[in-house]
């Protein structure tokens, strides 16, 4: 049997939210004071982390958005697997990962996550019209 997972209440993306909003900082704060991380690469990662938790929240609200945004997670790991692979046979020995594929790694995935991003939003501004319990 089949055990399907139920889709988020508001109140629990709400919660995911709160938590996403405050504790970002906090743990920028710490990556750089305290382990003493360059802040392009803090920031950018805590925006990056931040940025899916919250899309990924507001778009497990209902089932159709919920596809949406797996769909999406899915194309990524594919091409992340595929990039990994080819590297597997075009690097030689001792060569670094190539930085034109962490490029596309990074664009392909700002593409794919979008698609939860969009439906993130299309969710938030439907609860704040009152659309969605």
Same mark, same amino acid.
């Given at each position: /049997?089949? =055990? =399907?997972?139920?889709?988020?209440? $508001? +109140?629990?993306? $709400?919660?995911?939210?709160? #938590? %996403?909003?405050?504790?970002?900082?906090? *743990?920028?704060?710490?990556?750089?004071?305290?382990?003493? /991380?360059? $802040?392009?690469?803090? *920031?950018? @990662? %805590?925006?990056?982390? /931040?940025?899916?938790?919250?899309?990924?929240?507001?778009?497990? #609200?209902?089932?159709?958005?919920?596809?949406?945004?797996?769909?999406?997670?899915? /194309?990524? @790991?594919?091409?992340?697997?595929?990039?990994?692979?080819?590297?597997?046979?075009? %690097?030689?020995?001792?060569?670094?990962?190539?930085?034109? +594929? $962490?490029?596309?790694?990074?664009?392909?995935?700002?593409?794919?996550?979008?698609?939860?991003?969009?439906?993130? @939003?299309?969710?938030?501004?439907?609860? =704040?019209?009152?659309?969605? +319990?």
């Amino acid at each position: /049997m089949v =055990r =399907r997972s139920r889709n988020l209440r $508001i +109140q629990e993306a $709400i919660f995911i939210s709160t #938590l %996403t909003l405050l504790g970002g900082p906090i *743990v920028m704060f710490v990556a750089y004071y305290i382990l003493l /991380m360059p $802040i392009l690469k803090v *920031v950018v @990662v %805590t925006l990056g982390i /931040m940025y899916l938790s919250l899309s990924f929240a507001w778009a497990s #609200l209902d089932l159709r958005s919920r596809k949406i945004a797996v769909k999406g997670h899915n /194309m990524f @790991v594919y091409f992340a697997i595929a990039m990994v692979i080819l590297a597997f046979f075009i %690097t030689k020995e001792g060569e670094l990962f190539p930085k034109w +594929q $962490i490029y596309a790694l990074l664009a392909v995935g700002f593409i794919c996550y979008s698609f939860s991003g969009i439906v993130a @939003v299309k969710n938030f501004i439907k609860w =704040r019209k009152g659309e969605l +319990q």
